[in-house]
């Protein structure tokens, strides 16, 4: 399970140079926490050069997913030679073997492009799962729920520390400063989003979501709209105004109507501004929310009628 407020493993314990002395508590013991990649190579080795460098790299990026241990068969020879007769192929350099839960895993030798590491390693964080950051954002959600704001965001903003790539976390963490009323804050946390999740659902959900608040402060009165509808049905401004207004007081089935109403009249009103502002709402609620899989219904049987 995630703990709060705890720091990331600092480089120095990710990548090591391992010994006889040492290996079972680098490689065996610790390989219990995390996956251990056991790197076998030799100063003479061209291709150790190469691959070495970019071995360190994918580690470090995992950010405490995975650890290194270096060993140099040349000096470490009555190792190398007590793990060939367990069964390790160490006949040629570089050899490189993963351990996990005491044990190997996986290997590959010789050198391989920078993409077929990332592969590598991505199959041995595959093995112990998330490290609790699906329970955390679960935690987070709940007290979101409970309107919990400020706490929910610590917890979010705790496991983007872990994994800045966590598009849930990340967008929990703008939908927290949403509900705390400051959405420029919000709005800026989803810019510094990652290229890899900028785009992801739980993102564009709160940009949906940073929209409609910005269009609730700006709503008219209630009353007012409502009767302007009812005193001129034909009154499609009024109409998108009245939506507007409902949606900002917690009204959304009712504003999903309106605008349904109001896209059936004349869909090309104002550059079809009804279904935009539909598909706003539907992608600032939840996907199985029933208000936004009946509403997505209606409007397409709409279209395509």
């Given at each position: 399970?995630?703990?709060?407020?705890?720091?990331?493993?600092?480089?120095?314990?990710?990548?090591?140079?391992?010994?006889?002395?040492?290996?079972?508590?680098?490689?065996?013991?610790?390989?219990?926490?995390?996956?251990?990649?056991?790197?076998?190579?030799?100063?003479?080795?061209?291709?150790?050069?190469?691959?070495?460098?970019?071995?360190?790299?994918?580690?470090?990026?995992?950010?405490?997913?995975?650890?290194?241990?270096?060993?140099?068969?040349?000096?470490?020879?009555?190792l190398a030679?007590?793990?060939?007769?367990?069964?390790?192929?160490?006949?040629?350099?570089?050899?490189?073997?993963?351990?996990?839960?005491?044990?190997?895993?996986?290997?590959?030798?010789?050198?391989?492009p920078q993409?077929?590491?990332?592969?590598?390693?991505?199959?041995?964080?595959?093995?112990?799962?998330?490290?609790?950051?699906?329970?955390?954002?679960?935690?987070?959600?709940?007290?979101?729920?409970?309107?919990?704001?400020?706490?929910?965001?610590?917890?979010?903003?705790?496991?983007?520390?872990?994994?800045?790539?966590?598009?849930?976390?990340?967008?929990?963490?703008?939908?927290?400063?949403?509900?705390?009323?400051?959405?420029?804050?919000?709005?800026?946390?989803?810019?510094?989003?990652?290229?890899?999740?900028?785009?992801?659902?739980?993102?564009?959900?709160?940009?949906?979501?940073?929209?409609?608040?910005?269009?609730?402060?700006?709503?008219?009165?209630?009353?007012?709209?409502?009767?302007?509808?009812?005193?001129?049905p034909g009154?499609?401004?009024?109409?998108?105004?009245?939506?507007?207004?409902?949606?900002?007081?917690?009204?959304?089935?009712?504003?999903?109507?309106?605008?349904?109403?109001?896209?059936?009249?004349?869909?090309?009103?104002?550059?079809?501004?009804?279904?935009?502002?539909?598909?706003?709402?539907?992608?600032?609620?939840?996907?199985?929310?029933?208000?936004?899989?009946?509403?997505?219904?209606?409007?397409?049987?709409?279209?395509?009628?």
């Amino acid at each position: 399970m995630l703990e709060l407020g705890q720091g990331q493993t600092a480089a120095t314990d990710l990548i090591k140079d391992g010994t006889e002395a040492t290996f079972m508590a680098d490689v065996i013991e610790g390989s219990r926490e995390v996956p251990v990649i056991v790197d076998f190579w030799a100063t003479w080795c061209g291709p150790c050069k190469t691959l070495g460098p970019m071995l360190e790299a994918a580690v470090t990026a995992a950010k405490g997913k995975v650890r290194m241990v270096k060993i140099d068969v040349d000096r470490e020879q009555r190792l190398a030679g007590a793990l060939a007769q367990q069964g390790l192929p160490l006949q040629s350099i570089p050899t490189v073997v993963a351990f996990f839960d005491g044990r190997p895993v996986d290997m590959f030798q010789g050198a391989i492009p920078q993409s077929q590491i990332r592969d590598f390693i991505d199959r041995l964080t595959a093995l112990t799962g998330d490290g609790g950051l699906a329970e955390a954002v679960e935690a987070a959600e709940q007290m979101l729920a409970e309107g919990a704001a400020l706490e929910a965001a610590q917890v979010f903003a705790g496991i983007l520390g872990e994994d800045p790539e966590h598009a849930g976390a990340m967008g929990g963490l703008a939908r927290a400063h949403v509900a705390m009323g400051e959405l420029d804050k919000a709005e800026g946390i989803l810019n510094t989003a990652p290229a890899k999740i900028a785009t992801a659902p739980e993102l564009e959900a709160v940009r949906a979501q940073i929209a409609l608040a910005r269009q609730a402060a700006k709503a008219g009165p209630l009353a007012d709209l409502q009767a302007a509808v009812e005193a001129d049905p034909g009154n499609h401004q009024a109409r998108f105004d009245y939506a507007l207004a409902l949606h900002a007081s917690g009204q959304v089935q009712e504003a999903v109507d309106e605008l349904l109403d109001l896209f059936r009249r004349d869909r090309e009103w104002n550059n079809a501004a009804a279904k935009t502002q539909l598909f706003t709402i539907f992608d600032a609620l939840k996907p199985q929310d029933p208000i936004a899989l009946a509403g997505r219904r209606r409007l397409s049987s709409m279209i395509f009628a």
